[in-house]
């Protein structure tokens, strides 16, 4: 039996909605972790007798004390070309072409080593869970690598088996080079599912099948991937709507909007979650609301590719589960989890800054808005915990209670970044503050990152291999 004390938090936010008496933060209390569950959350005074004994305590008299954070949707493999200058001020189908001949050259050495690299990323900034969208399978990659790496890392994996099949040749986006047959995919996918897929509670590992976009895979594969999914009982995922390019080309070959050509191939439901969803309409939103259709809104990555302003308060308040992603390495080009929600939290603002007079809410009073934000810290914190934990299909996470798995993430606020900020509103802060790193982040009751450093791996030699074969993987394409 392992145990772990969090002792006289300075704050702790349990984002616990259910229960009213925790739903606001609390102020100098403990928590007390045992068999990877919180076992107590309350005064110090009123801790159980085998607390006082834990394996290791954590002193939290400066620390905020939060669930960990979930991710929706990632490409880890994209760390290797971070920053490529050829594509740096591109959009979606010009970057995407630009670089898909250099990820023709992925390894499986490359695919498990970047995919630690990103995790590495994610953990340091508070990240407990993540799912990643691995699409690519050349040179013998499979998914197994980017599992086996989550394993030895420590990092609660939803690992979503990605596929192409429709090339250039076909009308698609991709080159021939990069696609896989159908016959073939879904046979893997089957593999996959019941080999590594664990529905448990607490559960360290899912897999989902995750059709790349209507633009490269064809009708029949989207449908006998959601056919193939719901018969063993695991999520779908893929992207949609991502930019004005999208909606065109949904047009042109299906001759309806993404959302239709979603709900036409059974591609609705609560067991799906899509990715960007940056030009859903109304019709869609109210599609997404009624069947309980996920989103990983992925800001970073729609400024950085100029896909736009995803409709995010519109979605929330019609009803749509809404969790945030950091997207692919190379489209954002970071993994930081609590930068994510900043950036989310300011998009937000600043579509509905772009919004006429007349669309706001609320009053002006010489010229000034006096209506409510757009969006709070706290909002944007709910989307990077719980709305996470709901779309990734997850009871278990994404909140702190007694009985939930012992994922959290946890910050030092007497540092440079949150001075005469936390001393007024330490979760605010968190936000609205220069983005921190994490001081602890806890993964099912185990610490893996202490004092800033992760513990599970070596940094040093895999940054310096990453490099090295991030160097290797552009050059073969020159």
Known sequence: MSTLLIKNARCVATLDHSNPSLAQELK????????????????DAELPGDARAADETIDARHYLVMPGLVNTH???????????????????FSWLRGLYPIWSGLTPEMVQVSTQ????????SGCTTSSDHLYLYPN????????????????????TRGSMSVGQSQGGLPPDSVVEREDFILKDTQRL??????????????????????????????????????????????HLAENDHDLAYSREKFNCTPT????????????????????????????????????????????RLASGIAPI????DA??????????????????????ARQALLLARVGRAMQPPEMREGRTFFGCDLGPAEMTARDALSLATRGGAQVLGRADIGHLAVGMCADLAIFDLDTLGFAGGAVHDPVGALLLCASPQAAYTVVNGKVVVRDGQITTVDLGPLLERHNALALQLAQMAR
């Open 260 to 303: 239709q050509y979603a709900q036409e191939l059974g591609w609705l439901g609560p067991d799906v979650w899509h990715a960007h969803c940056v030009k859903l309409d109304d019709e869609g939103i109210s599609l997404f609301a009624a069947t309980r259709t996920g989103v990983a809104h992925c800001p970073c990555s729609n400024m």
């Open 74 to 92: 990632h490409h880890m493999y994209q760390s290797l070309t971070r920053a490529i200058p050829e594509v740096q001020n591109a959009e979606l």
């Open 28 to 43: 100098g209390v403990s928590i007390f972790i045992r068999d990877q569950r919180i076992a107590f959350i309350g005064p």
């Open 319 to 340: 009803g749509v589960p809404v969790g945030l992603g950091v997207d692919g390495c190379a489209s954002n080009d970071a993994a930081h989890m609590v930068n994510e």
């Open 140 to 159: 013998g990659v499979r998914l197994d690598d980017s599992i086996e790496a989550a394993r030895e890392i420590g990092m609660r994996f939803c690992a």
């Open 117 to 124: 690299v990103a995790m590495a990323e994610l953990l340091l």
């Open 313 to 316: 308060r519109r979605m929330l």
């Open 193 to 238: 599912i019941e080999r590594y897929h664990d529905a448990s509670f607490g559960s360290m590992l899912n897999v989902a099948v995750a059709p790349c976009s209507p633009f490269s895979v064809s009708r029949d594969l989207m449908r006998e991937s959601a056919l193939l999914a719901r018969s063993h009982g695991v999520r779908m995922h893929t």
